[in-house]
Structures are given as C-alpha cells and as structure tokens.
C-alpha cells in the first residue's frame, strides 16, 4: 500500500511490534493505532519494513518456481535488496 492508503486506512497496528490487530494480541501488548496515528518517523520505519517484506516474500517465492541459471542473478538482486534495505534502517 502506498502512504496515501495507509493514511485513509482505518486498520490498527500494535505500537510495539507493527502487526495488524487481530481478535488476539499479538506480542502480548494492548496499544494500538492507525498509520495515520503513527508519529513520521513511525511510519517511515512501517514503510521501510513493507518493502523488505515485499521483497523477502518474493525472494522467497522465486525459490520455488525452478529458476534456471540464467533467472537466478534476479533471485539473487531481490535477496541483496531485502538486505541493504535491512542494512540501512540499523544503521
């Protein structure tokens, strides 16, 4: 979802561990908020976390198709970007 969605979404998010709010907690905390709630730096950080999600699921779903040795440098191109992405919001 783009920012603009997020911010027109209602969906509630736990402030401690970023997972969608279900009808049982998730991390064992009870504070939750929309992504319009989220201070920027929050939803910078969300944002950020979509993409290596985004990328990881793809990377993870290429494995399985039976890439050939050609396709392959692209599985590899979507696992290096999950990890500088990763990379960088530590720093």
């Known amino acids: ?4 969605e997020l911010l ?19 991390c064992g905390e009870n504070h939750f908020q929309t992504f319009a709630q989220m201070d920027k730096e929050d939803q910078d ?26 396709e392959a440098p692209e599985m590899v191109a979507a696992n ?3 990890a500088a992405i990763r990379a960088r919001g530590s720093a």
Do not use: H, I, P
Request: charged fraction near 30%.
């Open 8 to 26: 027109a979404d209602g969906t509630q998010y736990c402030c401690y561990c970023g997972c969608e709010k279900a009808r049982f907690q998730c």
């Open 1 to 4: 979802m783009t920012r603009e």
């Open 45 to 70: 950080e969300f944002l950020k976390a979509e993409l290596v999600q985004r990328a990881e699921d793809a990377f993870n779903r290429s494995k399985w198709v039976g890439l050939t040795k050609e």
């Open 80 to 82: 290096w970007c999950a």
